[in-house]
């Protein structure tokens, strides 16, 4: 009875003509279409056993197979080859004319942290506010059901790394498949690097990209000189974390000791100032990537690259150290006048000659992610072969994250992160056919497919 008073006194109240009233329904009502629009961010697809048969296996560590077949069962791929035995009650997926390719991997996005950069705040997580933020881990802020998830997924891209920003020390980030209702359940390394966003030498010159010989901005021996005292900081940050482990170590082997009390940052920083786990480091150009080098060769660590614009002219200083790159700026607008249109283009090839260990990413937000495989494409029609350009953003991603035991390639005994298409899958004009993550037949919808369903047949009104 109360339910009816209530109803009828809305009643009463709309037909006074409110303007604001029906407006706010209107937005309410529009707020829950937009959350059911999004259900299909939660299709995490089904389990099973399924056989890929009668289809070209680009397999990345190895030779192609011409014709065969893949075998994947309990979430991983069980059997690879020409003449696998397929097991009764699997489910067999005719791959005639088809490509099986593994996963795409982007080793550096936001993706699941930022949804609506211009004007939703509540819909970006990617930075915490201080400066030291190292026990800030990116896979407790990640969406799941971020509409850019199943956007990112379809173009044959399973795995990405979201990472968060700002600060000396941003924070810990996440390596995660694109699948599953929970953090837990995309987390394939939750907490697989440190990201570190080096102090660089900024003198303001060169559009803004700072360096020697240009004229205005600040002048480059003062600028040298403030990187350093930031590094300083950093060195010395870093160093008490090694001496606050090596306290908390005695005290457990020797309660006599005084006692030390759990600090967050510390606790956070030990497995990376120990060497135990990568360092990803923020830098562009020549000067600041051997900067990271001298830096990573004097504190003993892991480091790998985010950026990398000059990565190539310091190759030697990469390799001595053991520095792999994360290439981010295939996108990006050349930085000097003098730079030709190709120049970041290039420079993926230019890393393969020079003997560096480096992936292609996109570097971006969530968004533009799925642009990844055109991205490596690029790279592979100005200097590197279609097979190097696969690799890029395939196996070389997981072996620089440290995972080409569960990723990167089509090899028995890894995660069933496998992608079937249509024609190469760098390739704009290929279609992704099937889909796997974690084993699990992936359903091929999202925003965007179903704004496409939903619009393609309309035609124009009559006149």
Known sequence: MKNLINIKKLADFLRSGSVAVIAMLMLAVGSVSAQSDGSQQNKTGRAGTFAIT????????????????????????????????IPRGAETIKGDGM??????????????????????????????????????????????????????RINGITTVISFPTGGLISGQAALINLNGSTQDEMAVVPEAGLIVNFPRVATGRRFGFGGPGAGGGTDFNAALRRRDEQLDELKKLFEAAKNYQKARAAYESDKSLPYLATDAQYEALVPYVTGQKPIFFTAEREIDIKGVAKFVADMK?????????????????????????????????????????????????????????FAVSTGEGGGEVRDLPYQAGIAGA?????????????????????VAD???????????????????????????????????????????????????????SPK
């Open 99 to 152: 490509t099986v390719f593994p996963g795409m991997i982007d080793a550096a996005t936001n993706l699941g942290l930022a949804e609506i950069s211009g004007g939703a705040n509540a819909t970006m997580d990617v930075q915490e506010v201080g400066s030291i933020n190292a026990n800030a881990r990116a896979i407790k802020g990640v969406n799941p059901h971020s509409s850019h998830v199943n956007v990112t």
């Open 382 to 402: 100005f200097g590197l072969t279609p097979e190097q350009a696969l690799r890029s953003v395939t196996l070389n991603p997981a072996e620089i994250l440290g």
């Open 301 to 357: 660590l892991k480091g790998i690259i985010i950026g990398g614009q000059e990565a190539w002219k310091a190759a030697d200083d990469l390799k001595k150290n053991n520095i792999a790159v994360i290439f981010t700026n295939i996108y990006s607008l050349p930085t000097s006048q003098d730079y030709p249109y190709d120049y970041y283009f290039a420079a993926p090839g230019k890393m393969q000659s020079a003997g560096i260990k």
């Open 406 to 460: 569960k990723l990167g390639s089509i090899e028995v005994g890894k995660i069933a992160n496998v992608v079937v298409a249509d024609g190469d899958i760098l390739d704009p004009r290929t279609k992704i056919q099937h889909m796997f993550i974690g084993g699990r037949l992936i359903p091929l919808t999202s925003r965007h497919t179903e704004l496409f369903d939903s619009f393609k047949n309309r035609t124009a």
């Open 54 to 85: 009668n289809a070209r296996i680009v397999t990345v560590s190895g030779e192609v197979i011409e014709k065969g077949s893949v075998l994947i069962r309990d979430g991983k791929i069980a059997a690879v080859g020409t003449s696998i035995q």
